[in-house]
């Protein structure tokens, strides 16, 4: 059966410290991985995009990196701020499974000034 | 209006009423998307419509009922629903739903239900 899980379901630390987000997925054969963002009660905003292809894409204190073989992917958040507290969810496009996207429950982070 | 946008952001309903929740997408994208997200559990796919024919149903019970007139709106009719079906409800669209590597999802802000 194809999974994605993100442990620990939750997760605090204080603010400015360097932080990574882990994801797994069990099956390898997969297209691209997508990290999300979401705030409490609303939808979900994409951060990255990384394709099966890819080793990792950074946009900005955001960096994705993605272990295919091995099932894995990291967000690595640097500098983290009171402003980055949000849940954030990683998503993996399965082989054959068109535009579908398996989630993982998620990493509810809280940034402490 | 941009991206998605989903009315109404919150509803309140008894068990015994007729509800629909609305879904429009402006990016000019071929396939649509249901999703339910519970608390502790992962985003739940329930509906794919592409060019307005559902291509995907992953056993929602019949209470749930998608319509989809054109490729920019999609609507989720209720009724009779239990109270474990309070959720916050996600719709998406995509450029297309078939693909080699997929096509990517943008999400509406969602709507939080609450059956009473």
């Known amino acids: 059966k194809q999974e994605v899980t993100q442990i620990p379901a939750a997760l605090s630390v204080p603010e400015g410290e360097n932080l990574v987000l882990n994801c797994s997925f069990t099956?390898?054969?997969?297209?691209?991985l997508q990290w999300f963002r979401q705030d409490p009660g609303k939808g979900l905003t994409s951060l990255l995009l990384?394709?099966?292809?890819?080793r990792e894409q950074t946009s900005g204190r955001l960096n994705a990196s993605l272990d295919k073989s091995s099932g894995r992917s990291t967000l690595y958040i640097a500098a983290s701020q009171p402003g980055d507290s949000a849940t954030y969810l990683c998503?993996?496009?399965?082989?054959?499974?068109?535009?579908?996207?398996?989630f993982g429950k998620g990493i509810t982070l809280s940034v402490r000034p | 209006e941009t991206g998605v946008t989903q009315t109404p952001r919150h509803l309140v309903m008894g068990m015994t009423n007729k509800k629909s929740l609305k879904c429009e997408q402006h990016?000019?994208?071929?396939?649509m998307y249901w999703y339910k997200q519970s608390a502790k559990k992962p985003l739940e796919l329930m509906f794919v419509?592409?060019?307005?024919?559902?291509?995907e149903n992953n056993s929602v019970p019949s209470r749930f009922s998608p319509e989809c007139p054109n490729s920019s709106h999609l609507f989720l009719h209720l009724h009779t629903l239990q109270p474990e079906d309070s959720a916050l409800y996600l719709c998406?669209?995509?450029?297309?739903?078939?693909?080699?590597?997929?096509?990517?999802?943008?999400f509406g802000p969602g709507t939080r239900l609450t059956v009473t």
């Open positions: 990016l000019g994208h071929n396939a």
């Open positions: 099956d390898s054969a997969i297209y691209n």
């Open positions: 419509y592409s060019l307005e024919e559902r291509v």
């Open positions: 998503a993996v496009r399965f082989y054959g499974a068109n535009s579908k996207l398996t």
């Open positions: 998406a669209s995509s450029q297309a739903w078939k693909g080699l590597a997929g096509h990517e999802q943008y």
């Open positions: 990384i394709q099966s292809s890819q």
